[in-house]
Antibody, heavy 125, light 108 residues
């Protein structure tokens, strides 16, 4: 079964740090870009960060640049999100997702086709 | 940045009704548009990719159309289990993705 199982998360004080993990199984993890998406309470989905198959390229939404680091361990089939200098507006459910690619009429299309169960991060004093 | 705007923000319809949700991009994204369904308390689920391709296992009552800046998601015959919030997402600027703000579908 193709799945992503998340761990980490919890309650942290403003300025603190937290590391989220996402364990992949049932597919060839090293062949996929991977992504983190978050959802603040009662709000919509927000893309946070993405990482290339070999970890050589990483991209972040402006609001987390310099504070969050996405990484992966292909030998362990795991994705990570290190979150530092956390703020109240980082409070959200965080999802990891597989970034799938499909070749359609000669063009590559990307979509997030497998999602983790989500993990809650609460930043509060 | 590419902005995605959905309408309406919410809707209420009866079982068996046809429902249409609209998504507009702030610039031409060709057909690099995906649709997701999120049921309460659950992770999002991919419904449609490349604007009109149905993801494997998704019921055929869901369909997508559009190109350029204007896109639609249609549920041909609304079912009770379709209670959810639906999001569009552009992948044109991959991997700098953006989502629409969501459309909440309620059952009358």
């Amino acid at each position: 079964e193709v799945q992503l199982v998340q761990s980490g998360g919890g309650l942290v004080q403003p300025g603190g740090s937290l590391r989220l993990s996402c364990a992949a199984s049932g597919f060839s993890f090293r062949n996929n870009w991977m992504t983190w998406v978050r959802q603040a309470p009662g709000k919509g989905l927000e893309w946070v960060a993405s990482i290339k198959q070999d970890g050589s390229e990483k991209y972040y939404v402006d609001s987390v640049k310099g504070r969050f680091t996405i990484s992966r361990d292909n030998a362990e089939n795991s994705l990570y999100l290190q979150m530092n200098s956390l703020r109240a507006d980082d409070t959200a459910v965080y999802y990891c997702a597989r970034d799938d690619q499909q070749l359609i009429f000669g063009y590559w299309y990307h979509q997030m086709d497998v999602w983790g169960q989500g993990t809650t991060v609460t930043v509060s004093s | 940045d590419i902005q995605m705007t959905q309408s309406p923000s919410s809707l209420s319809a009866s079982v068996g009704d046809s429902v249409t949700i609209t998504c507009r991009a702030s610039r031409n994204i060709n057909n690099y548009l995906n649709w997701y369904q999120q049921k309460p308390g659950k992770a999002p689920k991919l419904l449609i990719y490349a604007a009109s391709s149905l993801q494997s296992g998704v019921p055929s009552r869901f369909s997508g159309s559009g190109s350029g800046t204007d896109f639609t998601l249609t549920i041909s015959s609304l079912q009770p289990e379709d209670l959810a919030t639906f999001y569009c997402q552009q992948s044109y600027s991959n991997p700098l993705y953006t989502f629409g703000q969501g459309t909440k579908v309620e059952i009358k």
